[in-house]
């Protein structure tokens, strides 16, 4: 039930950011007109092979781009039709000055213009196993603050922790991308009902992160990251604590 809260709450924290991460995406390229090349060009009612084809575009014809949405760009013709064609059929199609238009790949777009972020990771906390759910937000191509949520389950307590990190990423237009963050949140120690004398700790939680992304396809990214917390028990005694995660998380 700990975890299923945990990976609700943090579903909820993504579907708060979201609208932010959708405006963000280079949803269109700018309105270009572009002369059809191939035999036909097809036009769909929507952006998907499941709708049906309503209109052709012959050779020599022109179209002009309006949008796009996922691997699919909103065209409209000569004769003023309006309708969806898929990125393939338009890479053979020229441009004003007589040469072929260069459609980067959507998937490298949508990575370079990501803003939301939810991811889960498992591991080790010390030496007891670990799971932990987050939701990131990047405020900028190099900036990000990211909100975690864990649970290690030990053999003779169980710990609950939060902590909110500020995220660095130099690289974040790289497939592969090292960064570093550092936080601050809450830790909560609750020892098992069979030991004697036992307290529950709970403590402010301070960490600092260092890890690894990779890009892997579509919206998904592989995560590694090796983590020092340190929980500030009192003001005369802390416990430090070190954890190694791997992870996949999702963007949007």
């Not at 270009?32 to 499941?50: K, M, S, Y």
């Not at 030496?127 to 649970?151: C, F, H, I, N």
């Not at 069979?194 to 260092?210: G, R």
Request: net charge neutral.
């Amino acid at each position: 039930m700990k975890i299923a809260r945990l990976i609700a709450v943090c579903v909820l924290l993504a579907a708060w950011a979201a609208p932010s991460a959708r405006a963000a995406q280079p949803a269109a390229p700018d309105s270009e007109r572009l002369q059809v090349n191939d035999a036909f060009i097809e036009l769909h009612t929507g952006p998907g092979r499941g709708y049906p084809v309503f209109f052709v575009a012959e050779r020599h014809q022109w179209i002009t781009v309006e949008m796009r949405h996922t691997d699919w760009y909103r065209v409209r013709a000569e004769g003023g039709q309006v309708g969806w064609v898929q990125r393939q059929q338009l890479t053979n199609t020229l441009t004003a000055a007589g040469t072929t238009k260069g459609f980067r790949d959507v998937l490298l777009d949508d990575y370079l213009a990501r803003r939301v972020e939810v991811g889960a990771s498992w591991g080790r906390f010390k030496s007891e196993p670990m799971l932990k759910v987050w939701s990131a937000y990047r405020l900028s191509d190099t900036l990000g603050v990211e909100a975690t949520l864990g649970q290690v389950q030990g053999l003779f307590s169980g710990t609950d922790f939060w902590h909110v990190n500020l995220n660095v990423e130099p690289w974040s237009d790289q497939r592969w991308s090292p960064y570093f963050g550092v936080g601050l949140g809450k830790f909560n120690n609750i020892p098992n009902n069979s030991l004697v004398n036992a307290t529950p700790v709970n403590a402010n939680l301070a960490n600092a992160a260092l890890g690894l992304r990779v890009h892997l396809s579509e919206r998904f990214v592989a995560r590694a990251d090796y983590t020092l917390y340190t929980a500030l028990v009192s003001d005369a005694h802390s416990s430090e604590y070190r954890a190694l995660t791997l992870g996949l998380s999702f963007f949007f």
